[in-house]
C-alpha cells in the first residue's frame, strides 16, 4: 500500500472512529441500570431494557412519535410539491424577474432563524397558530424552502429542454408535463431534499420548544428534554429514547442512500 492510500485509510479510519464514539456511549448508557455507576466507557455488566420501557411510559413517546410522524410527514410532502413546483418556472424560464426571484430565495439561506424568533412568535400568537399542527408544518415549509428550491432548480437545468417540447408537441400543457415528464426524473434530488429536510424536521427542538407547548402537542426531542431538570437526570432514559427516535429517519437514509449523493452533487452543479 502506498504511504499516500495509508495515510487516507488511517484518517478514515479516525473519523469513522470520531462518529461512532458518541454512539457507542449512548447504547452502553441506555443498556445499563440506574444503579450501575459504572464509566461509561465501559460496557454493561448486565443488559438491562428498562430504560426504553421507562423512557416510553414516562415521556408519553407515544403520542410524541404521532407528533413527529404526522408533522414530519405533512411537512415534507408540502416542501416537495411547492418547491418541485416553484424551481421548475425558476429554472426553464431565465428572465430577470425570474432570476431575481432565485436571488431572494437564496439570500433567505443566510438568516438565521432564531434572530426573527420574537417577531415570529408574536406573529403566530396573532394568527393563534401556537400548539397547531398547521402552525408546525407552516414554519418548516417556510425554513426549508430556501435549500429545496435551490437543489431543485439546479437539477432541472441539468434535464434537456427537448424534453418539454416533445411533451407540448404531443399536446400536455405545463402542469401534465411537469408532473408526468419531469417530475418523474426527480427521484434523485427529492430523495435529497427528503433526508436533509427530513433530519431537520424530525430532530427539531428550537421551534417545537417555542410552538408547541402543551403536553399532548411535543414532540420526541421537546419529550426527551422533559427528563433533565433541577430534581431529575435520567441520562438512562434520555439515551434509550434517543436509540429509539434515531430508528425511524436512519431506516429512511438507509432506504434513500443510493439517489442521495447523486441526488446532492446534481442539484448543487447547475445551481
Same mark, same amino acid.
Given at each position: 500500500?502506498?504511504?499516500?492510500?495509508?495515510?487516507? @485509510?488511517?484518517?478514515?479510519?479516525?473519523?469513522?472512529?470520531?462518529?461512532?464514539?458518541?454512539?457507542?456511549?449512548?447504547?452502553?448508557?441506555?443498556?445499563?441500570?440506574?444503579?450501575?455507576?459504572?464509566?461509561?466507557?465501559? %460496557?454493561?455488566?448486565?443488559?438491562?431494557?428498562?430504560?426504553?420501557?421507562? !423512557?416510553?411510559? #414516562?415521556?408519553?413517546?407515544?403520542?410524541?412519535?404521532?407528533? /413527529?410522524?404526522?408533522?414530519? =410527514?405533512?411537512? *415534507?410532502?408540502?416542501?416537495?410539491?411547492?418547491?418541485?413546483?416553484? !424551481?421548475?418556472?425558476?429554472?426553464? /424560464?431565465?428572465?430577470?424577474?425570474?432570476?431575481?426571484?432565485?436571488?431572494?430565495?437564496? !439570500?433567505?439561506?443566510?438568516?438565521?432563524?432564531?434572530?426573527?424568533?420574537?417577531?415570529?412568535?408574536?406573529?403566530?400568537?396573532?394568527?393563534? #397558530?401556537?400548539?397547531?399542527?398547521?402552525?408546525?408544518?407552516?414554519?418548516?415549509?417556510? @425554513?426549508? +424552502?430556501?435549500?429545496?428550491?435551490?437543489?431543485?432548480?439546479? @437539477?432541472?437545468?441539468?434535464?434537456?429542454?427537448?424534453?418539454?417540447?416533445?411533451?407540448?408537441?404531443?399536446? %400536455?400543457?405545463? +402542469?401534465?408535463?411537469?408532473? &408526468?415528464?419531469?417530475?418523474?426524473?426527480?427521484?434523485?434530488?427529492?430523495?435529497?431534499?427528503?433526508? *436533509?429536510?427530513?433530519?431537520?424536521?424530525? /430532530?427539531?427542538?428550537?421551534?417545537?420548544?417555542?410552538?408547541? &407547548?402543551?403536553?399532548?402537542?411535543?414532540?420526541?426531542?421537546?419529550? %426527551?428534554? =422533559?427528563?433533565?431538570?433541577?430534581?431529575?437526570?435520567?441520562?438512562?432514559?434520555?439515551?434509550?429514547?434517543? %436509540?429509539?427516535?434515531?430508528?425511524?429517519? !436512519? *431506516?429512511?437514509?438507509?432506504?434513500? &442512500?443510493?439517489? @442521495?449523493?447523486?441526488?446532492?452533487?446534481?442539484?448543487?452543479?447547475? #445551481?
Amino acid at each position: 500500500m502506498k504511504k499516500s492510500n495509508k495515510a487516507a @485509510f488511517l484518517l478514515s479510519l479516525a473519523i469513522a472512529f470520531i462518529h461512532i464514539l458518541p454512539f457507542y456511549i449512548l447504547v452502553t448508557t441506555a443498556l445499563k441500570p440506574m444503579s450501575d455507576l459504572s464509566s461509561k466507557w465501559l %460496557l454493561p455488566k448486565t443488559i438491562d431494557w428498562s430504560n426504553f420501557t421507562d !423512557s416510553w411510559s #414516562g415521556s408519553n413517546l407515544g403520542q410524541a412519535f404521532f407528533n /413527529n410522524i404526522f408533522i414530519t =410527514t405533512v411537512s *415534507l410532502l408540502l416542501i416537495v410539491i411547492v418547491g418541485a413546483c416553484a !424551481s421548475y418556472p425558476l429554472a426553464r /424560464n431565465q428572465t430577470k424577474l425570474n432570476k431575481a426571484m432565485y436571488m431572494l430565495f437564496i !439570500s433567505a439561506l443566510i438568516i438565521p432563524p432564531l434572530t426573527i424568533l420574537v417577531p415570529l412568535y408574536k406573529f403566530f400568537i396573532d394568527i393563534q #397558530g401556537m400548539n397547531t399542527y398547521w402552525g408546525i408544518i407552516l414554519l418548516h415549509l417556510t @425554513f426549508n +424552502l430556501p435549500t429545496t428550491i435551490f437543489l431543485y432548480t439546479g @437539477f432541472i437545468g441539468t434535464i434537456p429542454r427537448e424534453l418539454d417540447e416533445a411533451g407540448m408537441i404531443d399536446g %400536455l400543457g405545463r +402542469l401534465r408535463l411537469f408532473f &408526468q415528464l419531469i417530475l418523474p426524473l426527480l427521484k434523485p434530488i427529492t430523495a435529497t431534499v427528503i433526508i *436533509l429536510a427530513g433530519v431537520g424536521i424530525w /430532530n427539531d427542538y428550537r421551534f417545537s420548544l417555542f410552538f408547541l &407547548q402543551k403536553g399532548e402537542m411535543r414532540t420526541v426531542t421537546v419529550a %426527551l428534554a =422533559t427528563f433533565f431538570g433541577p430534581n431529575t437526570n435520567n441520562v438512562g432514559w434520555v439515551a434509550a429514547g434517543s %436509540l429509539i427516535a434515531a430508528l425511524p429517519i !436512519s *431506516l429512511l437514509y438507509l432506504f434513500l &442512500q443510493r439517489y @442521495f449523493i447523486t441526488g446532492l452533487a446534481s442539484g448543487a452543479v447547475k #445551481g
